[in-house]
């Protein structure tokens, strides 16, 4: 009798986590942590745990967006904190006149939401983008609202694609590579 393949045992063990119970606390706060200090993808137990139970992928997507969301507004307010540290020595020591300041909050108000939106498609940092847009003073409601839709976007795609395909195709991979000799299902 053959034995399991290392894709179908963590395949498995992905499935009896997803069934445990607790699958939207880890979600979440592996969210939290990734969107305050933790270096990292944001969909790092978000995917397998979807992958294993598929009809489950929405609400894992939105337990997941409402991690990182949490976390990247409190990066925001340690942002807007250290403005005002910055708007004194540092401000003087660069040279920064506030005319220049002011002229570049203004430009952020404008088009920093984009910046942010780009920053959860991206593999730019979510976290030094919510630092910087506090400290630039991109307007709270302006960074929320891109966030939002970013991380959104990105998770309810990832949802889609487990629910619409992406699921079966891992476990038809997972059964053909546990077969003897990694040779696939007879034909």
């Known amino acids: 009798m053959a034995h399991p393949g290392p894709a179908a045992r963590l395949f498995a063990r992905m499935q009896q986590w997803a069934d445990a119970g607790w699958s939207n606390s880890v979600v979440f706060t592996w969210g939290l942590l990734q969107g305050l200090v933790f270096p990292g993808v944001a969909d790092l137990f978000f995917l397998p745990l979807?992958?294993?139970?598929?009809?489950?992928?929405?609400?894992?997507?939105?337990?997941?967006?409402?991690?990182?969301?949490?976390?990247?507004?409190?990066?925001?307010?340690?942002?807007?904190?250290?403005?005002?540290?910055?708007?004194?020595?540092?401000?003087?020591?660069?040279?920064?006149?506030?005319?220049?300041?002011?002229?570049?909050?203004?430009?952020?108000?404008?088009?920093?939401?984009?910046?942010?939106f780009a920053s959860t498609m991206s593999p730019l940092s979510t976290k030094l983008t919510s630092i910087a847009s506090g400290a630039a003073g991109v307007p709270f409601t302006t960074f929320t609202v891109a966030l939002l839709a970013g991380r959104l976007t990105r998770t309810m795609a990832f949802a889609w694609l487990v629910r619409n395909g992406g699921a079966n195709a891992v476990e038809r991979w997972v059964r053909t590579s546990g077969s003897p000799a990694g040779h696939g299902e007879p034909k």
């Open 50 to 116: 979807a992958i294993a139970r598929p009809e489950r992928a929405y609400r894992l997507a939105l337990v997941a967006t409402s991690g990182t969301l949490i976390g990247s507004m409190v990066l925001y307010w340690v942002g807007a904190e250290a403005l005002v540290w910055l708007q004194g020595p540092v401000t003087r020591m660069v040279e920064l006149a506030p005319a220049d300041l002011a002229a570049y909050r203004t430009r952020l108000a404008e088009w920093g939401g984009w910046a942010i």
